[in-house]
């Protein structure tokens, strides 16, 4: 049973984030960053600098990543009509969605598809969603959106140089070290069918009318998601 005390403070990160939310951006104190989501940008940034060197080196300057997560509107009037993309890659080659992960440890295959089992230093094993799971929607969105011809893929990318991979693991899980050979693959197998490229332009054109990256309309998806999970634990 949880305590008064707990439930007291509970109850004050609800009232603020709801004061949050009602607070004009212009006015409105900013949150302070946890430990996690601070290792979470860095995880973001190594992926993105990694990515760019990459496209770059595979594409010239024919492809586009967006600087900064892209937020789709995958289910309009749902209770969760909204989904984070950590990194949105367009190329000739196809479209890319990446889900980025800063754990330390080694990962394992889960019981099911949907999860996987981090090994910590000290032996502990913790059941974690996937990062393939978390892109499955994105994706199938995207699929059903964009014209049939333009492939999308899904990634799971794990930016820790303190990450070990279990060779159990499918290949669309990876390493920052293994996105050259992963992204060089896609492309020759792309070519391989002569199929024409992808439009960069129109594809990205494409995405931005299901979706929005402006820095409120971000913020307001992740305040509702903060807010649903301290319900959840409120509640569980």
């Known amino acids: 049973m949880y305590g008064i005390a707990f439930l007291f403070a509970i109850g004050l990160a609800l009232y ?23 290792a979470g940008d ?16 595979l594409c010239g300057e024919n492809f586009y990543l967006h600087r ?19 990194h949105l890659a367009i190329s000739p080659f196809g479209l890319f969605v990446f889900e980025t992960k800063n754990w330390t440890g080694h990962i394992e295959p889960g019981p099911d598809e949907t999860s996987l089992v981090r090994v910590g230093a000290s032996g502990e094993r913790e059941l974690r969603k996937s990062p393939l799971k978390q ?7 995207l699929r059903g959106v964009l014209p049939g011809m333009w492939p999308v893929h899904s990634f799971g990318v794990f930016a820790s140089d303190d990450c070990t991979l ?28 002569d199929q ?11 995405v931005l009318a299901v979706a929005e990256v402006d820095r409120d309309s971000i913020e307001r998806h992740r305040s509702r998601v903060r807010t649903d999970s301290l319900i959840h634990m409120i509640n569980s």
């Open 68 to 86: 900064g997560p892209v937020l789709l509107h995958h289910a309009p009037g749902a209770r969760y009509p909204t989904a984070e993309i950590d």
């Open 16 to 38: 603020r984030i709801d004061r949050q939310r009602q607070t004009p951006p212009s006015t409105a104190l900013p949150r302070p960053v946890t430990r996690a989501e601070l």
């Open 135 to 141: 892109n499955h929607s994105k994706v199938v969105f």
């Open 166 to 193: 279990s060779p159990a693991l499918p290949p669309s899980l990876m390493r920052i070290a293994d996105l050259p050979h992963q992204l060089r693959l896609c492309k020759t197998n792309y070519e391989s069918r």
């Open 42 to 57: 860095a995880g973001e940034a190594a992926v993105d600098a990694e990515l760019r060197r990459v496209l770059a080196w």
């Open 196 to 206: 024409r490229g992808v439009n960069v332009k129109a594809a990205w054109q494409a």
